[in-house]
């Protein structure tokens, strides 16, 4: 069974400094995939970045970094620069090989920029 | 841009009433899901579709739950007999290929059992 741990429900941060989401997670393949995803009070969910276990290199998408670190099973988001676009709840994602393609959610973490 | 949509929006109903939430996936994509997200929670996997049949599915998709792809472009939920713990947003996605591809989500249809 796939598990994902976000321990962290709110976080605050002054607009235009760096915040950093923790992500743990537990899964028995050897290859997967790890995603963030947004989801603004509209509660669409919108991709943020997306890491292939795979690959050492750490994702990067604009102000959005990931540190991967897959012997500890950790998958952070840091975000540089926060917008005040940016306050959402985000969830930490997980996803399998073939036969476990689904997508297994964190409880997300609420994350409020101040002016 | 493609996007995934979904109709209605919001939907109330009446308990043990049976309701269709419809998606349509982006043209090209293969890989059909459904998720539900019960208010203040996590957001949680139902169903998978694949050629056509179910690929997976979790233990809340019990026999209340179906899926169909009745003319190749919408892709729809059935519920038969609504519950009060049914009431949830829920999220259809697609995505091109099961693996190494992002799933697209659609805005969700929010689902309210009275």
């Known amino acids: 069974a796939q598990t994902v741990t976000q321990s962290q429900p709110e976080m605050s941060v002054q607009e235009a400094e760096t915040v950093t989401l923790s992500c743990t997670y537990d899964?028995?393949?050897?290859?997967?995939?790890l995603f963030w995803y947004k989801q603004p009070p509209s509660r669409q969910m919108i991709l943020v970045i997306r890491q292939e276990a795979y690959k050492q290199q750490n994702a990067t998408e604009n102000r959005f970094s990931v540190n991967f670190q897959k012997a500890a099973k950790s998958f952070s988001l840091k975000i540089s620069d926060s917008q005040l676009g940016d306050t959402a709840m985000y969830f930490c994602a997980l996803r399998g090989n073939f036969g476990n393609e689904k997508l297994t959610f964190g409880t997300g973490t609420r994350l409020t920029i101040i002016p | 841009e493609p996007e995934v949509t979904q109709t209605p929006s919001h939907q109330v109903t009446q308990m043990g009433q049976e309701v269709i939430l419809r998606c349509v996936p982006i043209?090209?994509?293969?890989?059909f899901y459904w998720y539900r997200q019960i208010l203040g929670q996590k957001v949680e996997f139902l169903v998978s579709?694949?050629?056509?049949?179910?690929?997976?599915k979790s233990e809340i998709f019990d026999d209340q739950f179906s899926v169909e792809r009745p003319d190749g472009s919408n892709f729809t939920l059935k519920i038969r007999s609504t519950k009060l713990e049914d009431s949830a947003m829920y999220f259809c996605a697609s995505s091109e290929a099961a693996l190494n591809t992002e799933a697209f989500f659609g805005q969700g249809t929010r689902l309210t059992v009275v």
């Open positions: 579709f694949y050629n056509n049949e179910i690929s997976e």
């Open positions: 899964t028995s393949e050897n290859n997967y995939y």
């Open positions: 043209s090209n994509h293969l890989y």
